[in-house]
Nanobody, 114 residues
């Protein structure tokens, strides 16, 4: 069974930056073969896709974060990252790492507030 563990969340002022990390582990995991994604969830709403990276490294972003967030991966470390810059209060939420379709981390809270 694959497990994902996120880290790096916290409280940051508007305009600041944070880097989220997600590390995968589990027997039989060939991390480099897997697409990975980051989702955000706010209270009362469904999780929404923020960024996706394919096993080839091709990336896609939600329009709300395009140009501010960067998703990357290090297959040797079985890790995927989300570099978040120029953060806005609307970026506040719980960020989840996802290995499509159904493997999720526990989430990490990001709060953007002055």
């Amino acid at each position: 069974q694959v497990q994902l563990v996120e880290s790096g969340g916290g409280l940051v002022q508007p305009g600041g930056s944070l880097r989220l990390s997600c590390t995968g582990s589990g027997s039989g995991l060939v991390f480099g073969d897997q697409p990975m994604a980051w989702y955000r969830q706010v209270p009362g709403k469904q999780r929404t896709l923020i960024a996706h990276i394919g096993n080839s490294g091709v990336t896609n972003y939600a329009s709300s974060v395009e140009g501010r967030f960067t998703i990357s991966r290090d297959n040797a470390k079985t890790a995927v990252y989300l570099q978040m810059s120029r953060l806005e209060p609307a970026d506040t939420g719980i960020y989840f790492c996802n290995m499509p379709p159904h493997t999720w981390g526990q989430g990490t809270q990001v709060t953007v507030s002055s």
